[in-house]
């Protein structure tokens, strides 16, 4: 089992990034997958997350209205859509999923990560 997160990089304020979590070694829509993102010092923050088969969404308060999660099953594939990006969304992002199928805002629910990828916005 793999996930692979990739698309972050730099953007400034108000912009827009997609990011990108390739799943192999299992279908996308049987297990719960999440976003997390860090920042040194700080704890892992769980910021969405979409539940395995009616994948049904979950956000952070922070990011409602802003992010989107998107799942492509036939690229096994989810996507996190971040729009109106601000300063404090700067963080090292991380797709995550958990054998329970549904959604937790907590680490260490979940079983599989991919390597981290940087978003930082900044002007």
């Known amino acids: 089992v793999q996930l692979q997160a990739s698309g972050g990089g730099l953007v400034q304020p108000g912009g827009s990034l997609r990011l990108s979590c390739v799943v192999r070694g299992f279908r996308v829509d049987y297990y719960a997958i999440g976003w997390f993102r860090q920042v040194p010092g700080k704890e892992r923050e769980g910021v969405s997350c979409?539940?395995?088969?009616?994948?049904?969404?979950y956000y952070v308060d922070s990011v409602k209205g802003r992010f989107t999660t998107l799942r492509d099953n036939a690229e096994g594939t989810v996507y996190l859509q971040m729009n109106s990006l601000k300063p404090e969304d700067t963080a090292v992002y991380y797709c995550?999923?958990?054998?329970?199928?549904?959604?937790?805002?907590?680490?260490?629910?979940?079983?599989?990560w991919g390597q981290g990828t940087q978003v930082t916005v900044s002007s």
């Open positions: 979409i539940s395995s088969g009616d994948g049904i969404n």
């Open positions: 995550a999923a958990t054998f329970s199928r549904t959604c937790s805002p907590h680490m260490t629910d979940y079983n599989f």
